[in-house]
């Protein structure tokens, strides 16, 4: 005890470098605002001071270590608090903000695009975020692990390593939701003792395709383990069960609609997480590039982009995943005749980017790199022949990077719309208009 006390009252720097915790202090705060990461901001006498669950205008007691604080009691309510819809909401990570009145949420959205076009001095008027939910998310990657000697699904808990799990979820379609104790049942059959898997799970027109992650490969199962599974595949009706990127169970191939285009996603693939925002994004992306006749899709994946192009120009997919490009490739040619020509590039964007000279036949152009954004790549578009170029991004930050690139090199940034797929997050995705 003599220990904790000497170490409770050393300097901030000895304590850190001893690896203590700062002490725990109750303090009243203002709350200002919420930041970008989903948690409220008030300031301290040392700097800022993140409130998870709290909201601007709100005055809490709250248990403050270090620049963190946990809610003791809520002294002026913010009108735009509400009850959160979920059950699981403050131990489940997955969601940061479904206590927030709606129309607040969506603006506060709209105002962290703004702000990061205004660091990067870009004034244009953003437009209203336009809600991308549909009837929830069709994709969703699953943690699994053993509680108590029983299978449990659910997301990683806020603020740490544990699994919460869970049994309901708003943000997911009602179709995925409903499938939860089968998921559970997939994950009882491949747990290892100790540890996680994860399951990454799709909701396609076929149903519900679930590739396993962690667990091996289909070739270590033995043969009582793969008639468990076939069995368990047909219990639950899976579509495909996968296991580390291979196919172990295929009842029936999945597919999803992209235009007039069928694709047959390769297990794990990147979606957009809704429905509906996959088709939004597509929208504005098309409406962008409106007149455009050869149209170069960076960053393809299986064809969000290109093959909804491809029915009023023709279309070069580049992308890293070869896969992927396999599914764009075999969608666009069993298209019947609706599309025009399609074809494709392997190439990894962020180490090679398509220089300025390769792109000389294209008037048009789609972007929709990762997180981090592509800067070199915006270099070389910015130094090509291109007149029309839709920018997709799910980060503000690296959007405005980018975007300042290509205004300094000539592009007009024309419209700007934030769209929200991921419901109650801090995530926004973004599609910026460009032309010169």
Not at 40 to 59: H, M, S
Not at 416 to 428: A, N
Request: glycine share 8%; charged share 25%.
């Amino acid at each position: 005890m003599k220990r904790l006390n000497r170490l409770a009252r050393a300097r901030p720097e000895q304590a850190r470098a001893s690896g203590a915790q700062p002490a725990s202090t109750e303090e009243t705060l203002e709350i200002l605002e919420v930041g970008a990461r989903g948690d409220a901001v008030a300031e301290g006498a040392t700097g800022p001071i993140y409130v998870p669950f709290a909201l601007p205008g709100e005055q809490v007691r709250a248990r403050v270590v270090g620049e963190r604080a946990q809610i003791v009691e809520i002294l002026r309510v913010s009108p735009d608090r509400r009850p959160a819809p979920c059950r699981h909401f403050g131990r489940c990570g997955g969601c940061q903000l479904q206590h927030w009145d709606e129309a607040a949420y969506l603006a506060w959205k709209r105002e962290r695009v703004i702000d990061a076009l205004a660091k990067r001095n870009i004034g244009l008027d953003v437009e209203a975020v336009v809600p991308a939910w549909g009837e929830g998310r069709r994709r969703a990657a699953f943690h699994a692990a053993r509680q108590k000697g029983q299978a449990r699904i659910g997301f990683q808990e806020r603020g740490g390593a544990r699994l919460q799990a869970i049994t309901e979820c708003p943000v997911l379609a009602p179709k995925l939701e409903a499938a939860l104790p089968q998921l559970a049942a997939v994950a009882d059959l491949f747990l290892p003792p100790r540890g996680e898997i994860t399951l990454q799970c799709l909701w396609t027109d076929a149903g519900l395709d679930v590739a396993v992650k962690g667990a091996g490969r289909p070739q270590a199962l033995s043969r009582v383990q793969q008639e468990k599974a076939a069995r368990l595949a047909e219990s639950a009706d899976l579509a495909r069960l996968s296991l580390d990127g291979e196919p172990l169970i295929v009842r029936r191939a999945p597919r999803v609609r992209m235009g007039v285009a069928s694709v047959a996603p390769p297990p794990g693939a990147f979606l957009q997480p809704t429905a509906l925002g996959e088709e939004t994004l597509a929208r504005l992306a098309l409406e962008a590039l409106d007149g455009a006749g050869r149209v170069i899709d960076l960053f393809s994946g299986i064809g969000t982009f290109a093959l909804r192009l491809a029915a009023q120009a023709e279309v070069q997919a580049a992308e890293s995943d070869a896969e992927m490009l396999a599914a764009l490739k075999a969608a666009a040619d069993g298209a019947g005749g609706a599309l025009k020509q399609v074809t494709t590039l392997r190439r990894d964007l962020l180490r090679t980017p398509l220089a300025s000279l390769e792109m000389k036949k294209f008037d048009g152009a789609v972007i929709d790199p990762p997180r981090s954004g592509a800067r070199l790549q915006a270099e070389q578009i910015g130094r090509s022949g291109i007149r029309k170029l839709a920018y997709v991004s799910c980060d503000a930050s690296t959007f405005a990077r980018d975007v300042r690139v290509l205004t300094d090199l000539g592009f007009a940034l024309t419209r700007v719309t934030p769209v929200d797929q991921f419901r109650w997050s801090p995530h926004v995705e973004i599609v910026g208009a460009l032309q010169r």
